[in-house]
C-alpha cells in the first residue's frame, strides 16, 4: 500500500486541469488512507486465518471500515479520480466483499460438513419419508414370498432372468448351493467388472426411484415395492431348498446396504412428493425448496452407500465363503451407518427450528 500523500492546502487555480486532479486524489486519499490501511490488516488477517480469528471489535470495525471504503468508492468514481486510486479501492472493496458475505469454508470444509452434520440431520428430520421408503421394501417381500409360496410361476413374473442367471424354482439344490459358495476363484478383473456393473445398475434404479417422488411420492414407492417383490420370492425359492440361512448371509454382506439405500433414495422422492401433496400453510414451491434440500442430502446419501453396496458386493461376497462372516460383515455395515446417522451432527436447538422453517440451512 502506497504511503499517504501531502498535498498544499488548495491548488493552484493556474496549474493544468491534470495537476489538480492529481492534488486532489492526494488529498482525498490522504484523509481517508488510515482507514483504508486498517481496513486492508483486517483483511489480511481474515484471509490467512479466517473470519473466526477476528474477535468481535474487530469484525464490527471490518464492517464499518468496508462500508466507508465502498463510499469513498462510490464517490472516487463520480469526481472521477484518478485511474490508480480507483483500481486500489476497487480490489480493497472486492477483497473485504469476499471476507464479509462470501462462505469462508472450503470445499474440503463443506465436504466434512456434509458428512459431519448435513446427511445426518437430513436423515433424522426425514422420519416419514423414511418410513414410506422402508415399509414398502418389507410389503413387497413379504407379498413375493407369499405368492412364490402360492405359486412359483410367480418368481418368472417378479425375477428378470439376466438377474436369475439359472437361480430358478427348477434348479437343483446343488447348484443353488454352488452359486452361493464357488465364486470365490473369480479373478480381480472379472470382480471388478462385476462390482461396475452393479453399482452402475444399482445408480440408476436410485436415481430413478429418487426422480420420480415429486409425482406424490408413488412411482418411488412402486418400484421400491417392486425390489421387495424380487428379494421376497428370491429369498422364498431358496427357503424351500434348505438354504434360508445360506442365502441369508449372501445377501447380508452387500444386501443390508445396498436395500438400505433404494429405501433412502425413496425417502428423497417422497421428501418431494410429500412437498407437493401436503405443503401444509406454505406454497407447493416453497415447501419443495425447503424439503428438496433434505431430498438433496438423503440422495447423495444414498449415492455413498451404493458405492460401498458395489464393493462389497463385487469384492467380498464372493472371496468372503463363511456365512457367519458374511453375516457379520453386512450387519455389522448396516449398524454402522445407523450409529453414524443417529450420533452425529446434533446441535442443540438447530434441527427442531429446522423442523419449522425457522432455522437457517447449513450444509
Known sequence: ?????????????????????????????????????RLDALIGK????????????????????YRQAMNALSVARAISMDKALLTYLDALCARAYLVVYAPQESLRGLFIRLITHGIPQAARRSGAPLLIGFVALLLGMLLGAVLYAQDHSWFYTFVPGGLADGRTPDASTQYLRSTLFDGGQESGDGLGSFATFLFSHNTQVAILTFALGVFVTMPSFVLTFYNGLVLGAFWKMFAEKGLAYELT???????????????????????????????GDETRRAALQR???????LMILAGL?????????????????????RLAIGWGIGAAWIAWLTLSGHEPGHESARETGTGGARA
Open 305 to 325: 452407500m451404493l458405492v460401498c453396496a458395489a464393493i462389497l458386493e463385487g469384492f467380498f461376497r464372493q472371496t468372503v465363503q463363511s456365512t457367519e462372516a
Open 249 to 279: 448371509g449372501w445377501l447380508s454382506i452387500h444386501g443390508v446396504t445396498e436395500m438400505a439405500a433404494i429405501c433412502i433414495a425413496c425417502a428423497g422422492g417422497a421428501q418431494l412428493g410429500l412437498a407437493v401433496l401436503l405443503p
Open 291 to 297: 424439503r428438496g434440500r433434505d431430498a438433496v442430502k
Open 46 to 65: 481474515a484471509e490467512s486465518n479466517g473470519t473466526r480469528a477476528l474477535g468481535y471489535d474487530e469484525a464490527l470495525e471490518l464492517a464499518s471500515l
Open 1 to 37: 500500500m502506497t504511503a499517504s500523500v501531502s498535498a498544499p492546502a488548495t491548488p493552484n487555480p493556474a496549474a493544468p486541469a491534470s495537476s489538480v486532479d492529481q492534488i486532489r486524489s492526494a488529498r482525498f486519499r490522504a484523509e481517508r488512507e488510515a482507514g483504508w490501511q
